[in-house]
């Protein structure tokens, strides 16, 4: 017997799916904050026990552990990453913050600029000017290299990024400023622009690198450890980390660009949304995952999610590698609620692990939305909570929302249901904001929803969206877990080339793609993997002269790494019909006889493996079993007797008539009015409504 262990630790729990013979075991515990591989470690052990193993003997069974983590993406929100400083040409010492202009609300005067990662005092220039074509305008004065990492080095910076002008195209300058770097600011880590992201423009090859020279050594600090503690407990493998592309590889790949760890948790997701989707044939979703901290919010579209590089505004700082798109809010199941000048407000903050809500009895003392469903009934203060691992408590729940009521005019349960209506209404909010900057209608979309609190607000979310058709995977709680699991070995890397799609250099496009497509091989084979099973699609981005964005489509089918016979005297022709036809689609346009020019070349590259089993298909209805339970409940109606059913009492084919609550191991749905779930032959649910 072998394993296959997905991972995913989010702010309030870590999730565990274990896949053993295309059966998948789910498990929860919380994280621990102060130290996360701990967290993970604890979870193994409790998998090796439901297993009957010691964790040295099922570390050992194990073919993979694939691990999502938010790492990044917390050292961006709470800003405490590596003290980095930033070397750049002279004359571009402030790029950083022109952000090409950008601005996330126009209208709003009050809106601060992001805090710098770098700030003036630790952005230092240097001589140098290399030219478009890659010609060396000016050389490099490596006297100011060493006066400006002295400068650093006074400062106390614990982190480097060096991005130049046209690095891309011409790295010798960068490679020599890291030379002199590791002279004079030993073991001090650098990002060099020219790996991190080696394309133009300069703002979003710069605010990436810094970006990555922050959260680099947190997350590779997190990584080692967790590595070491896998090795030590028995693991021969190596560890695959989630990547924000949707793929996955191995730790010593993450280590060469760790910002592409940011936001592999919710990708996870995604890439598993995108696999249970195609199998119950519902190829466009709006995925939707409330858990402790956040709320995520993507699309699946034609039963793919595409992770796009560009324009990736994330955490306020443009991230320029490949990414899943997922939009979060600050709304999950610890989010405060709290009265400011009058109003009731839900979040961004978050109770965490630590303390918690007031309902974990672990020393909270201000109200959340997880105390909000226990205040109405809708979660259960049995032992059942979280698998078993622990119960909530109404202690001092009520209390809590008794002084929201107290300012607000109310009284506590009114409290905690105004609560309940504030965070289905900012969930909604947001989804419309991203489905209409996209021009789709939410209507024509089949909601998917996940986490361990997506399942009870998704009914009422989906009637406010005019979606009439819920799917509820019976893993949901750990979803983004098993998402990682259904991910294959990835790797998508591009590079700059400027060319008009008329006068292509046939043999330039084939050093580039063989330049990516070695590199992939290389990280490959280090991770166990044939070169012979590595898939590649080759890919081009394109514009048109004068536009600010590039479009990038699949100049031919996927197939084997290294084939190249594609590149003929019909390319041009074939590139320029598939970009019209990619520029119709997105923006219902082309311009009749301009010729558009190539921007980059790209390579994704992938190992196909084993996924867990997804299925669909309807089975003959049949009448629910008797509920287990009636609770007094307010499921947006008022309070009233409501049936509750055991997930596991449930079959497929078993109707359950609203209103009802459904209580699985780890989350509880619940069959709003004018709603009823059923479960398929997989034994998912479906909302449906009347």
Not at 454 to 483: C, K, N
Request: glycine share 12%; charged share 20%; proline share 6%.
């Amino acid at each position: 017997m072998t394993y296959r262990v997905g991972i995913d630790i989010g702010g309030t729990f870590t999730d565990f799916a274990l896949l053993k013979d295309g059966a998948v075991t789910l498990h929860k515990n919380l994280s621990t904050p102060a130290d996360r591989s701990l967290g993970v470690m604890q979870g193994l052990e409790v998998l090796a026990g439901k297993e009957g193993l010691s964790l040295g003997q099922f570390l050992a069974r194990c073919d993979a552990i694939v691990h999502g983590t938010t790492v990044a993406d917390n050292t961006l929100i709470e800003m405490n990453g590596a003290l980095t400083g930033l070397i750049t040409t002279a004359g571009f010492r402030d790029e950083i913050e022109y952000r090409r202009g950008f601005k996330e609300d126009i209208w709003d005067v009050r809106l601060a600029p992001p805090k710098q990662i770098a700030p003036r005092r630790r952005r230092l220039t240097v001589k140098e000017r290399v030219l478009h074509d890659g010609t060396v305008h000016q050389p490099l004065d490596e006297e100011s290299v060493r006066h400006a990492c002295r400068q650093l080095g006074k400062q106390g910076v614990e982190s480097l990024a060096v991005s130049l002008l046209f690095a891309h195209v011409n790295s010798a300058h960068e490679k020599r400023v890291a030379e002199i770097a590791a002279e004079e600011l030993p073991g001090v880590p650098l990002s060099l622009s020219h790996k991190v992201l080696p394309r133009a423009p300069e703002y979003d090859r710069t605010s990436t690198t810094v970006v990555n020279a922050f959260v680099a050594p947190r997350v590779k600090h997190y990584l080692d450890r967790l590595v070491e503690r896998l090795r030590e407990a028995g693991y021969p493998g190596q560890l695959m980390v989630m990547q924000a592309s949707g793929g996955v590889m191995s730790v010593d790949y993450i280590a060469g660009s760790p910002i592409r760890v940011l936001a592999s948790g919710p990708a996870g997701g995604v890439i598993g949304s995108a696999h249970v989707g195609k199998a119950k044939g519902c190829e466009n979703l709006l995925c939707v995952d409330m858990g402790g901290t956040s709320y995520d919010m993507s699309l699946v579209l034609g039963g793919e999610a595409p992770a796009e590089a560009g324009w990736n505004m994330h955490h306020r700082y443009l991230i320029g590698v490949p990414m899943v798109k997922v939009e979060t809010l600050g709304a999950g199941g610890g989010s405060i609620c709290h009265v400011h000048a009058g109003a009731l407000h839900v979040g961004p903050r978050s109770a965490g692990s630590e303390p918690g809500p007031i309902a974990y009895g672990r020393g909270g003392t201000e109200p959340t939305i997880t105390d909000a469903l226990v205040m109405l009934g809708i979660l259960s203060t049995g032992e059942g909570f979280a698998g078993g691992s622990f119960r909530l408590s109404q202690a001092g729940v009520e209390e809590a929302f008794a002084r929201i009521g107290a300012e607000m005019g109310t009284c506590a349960e009114q409290a905690a249901f105004d609560c309940w209506r504030v965070v289905n209404a900012q969930m909604s909010q947001g989804v419309r904001r991203t489905t209409a900057g996209k021009g789709i209608d939410p209507k024509d979309l089949v909601m998917l929803a996940y986490g361990g609190n997506g399942p009870a607000f998704a009914a009422i979310q989906a009637e406010d969206l005019g979606i009439a058709r819920v799917l509820v995977p019976r893993a949901s709680p750990t979803f983004s877990a098993l998402g990682t699991l259904v991910a294959d070995p990835a790797i998508d890397e591009e590079r700059s080339l400027i060319a008009r799609v008329d006068a292509l250099d046939h043999a330039r496009l084939r050093g580039l793609w063989g330049e990516l497509g070695e590199r992939a091989e290389r990280y490959f084979t280090a991770a166990g993997f044939a070169r012979e099973s590595v898939l590649a699609s080759y890919r081009v981005n394109m514009r048109y002269p004068g536009q600010n964005f590039s479009l990038t489509f699949d100049v031919a089918p996927e197939g084997a790494l290294g084939d190249l016979s594609f590149i003929d005297e019909g390319l041009g022709g074939r590139a320029m019909a598939a970009f019209n036809a990619r520029h119709m689609a997105e923006y219902n346009h082309v311009r009749e006889g301009e010729l558009p020019e190539i921007t980059g070349l790209r390579l994704a590259t992938r190992v196909m493996t084993p996924s867990p089993a997804a299925a669909g298909g309807a089975v003959p209805p049949m009448p629910a079993p008797r509920p287990a339970e009636v609770r007094r409940a307010n499921l947006g109606q008022g309070f009233g007797p409501v049936p509750v059913y055991r997930g596991a009492d449930l079959a497929p084919g078993h109707v359950v008539p609203s209103p009802a609550i459904i209580e699985e191991t780890f989350t509880t749905i619940v069959v709003y009015p004018g709603w009823s779930a059923r479960i398929d032959a997989a034994g998912d649910y479906e909302l449906l409504r009347d």
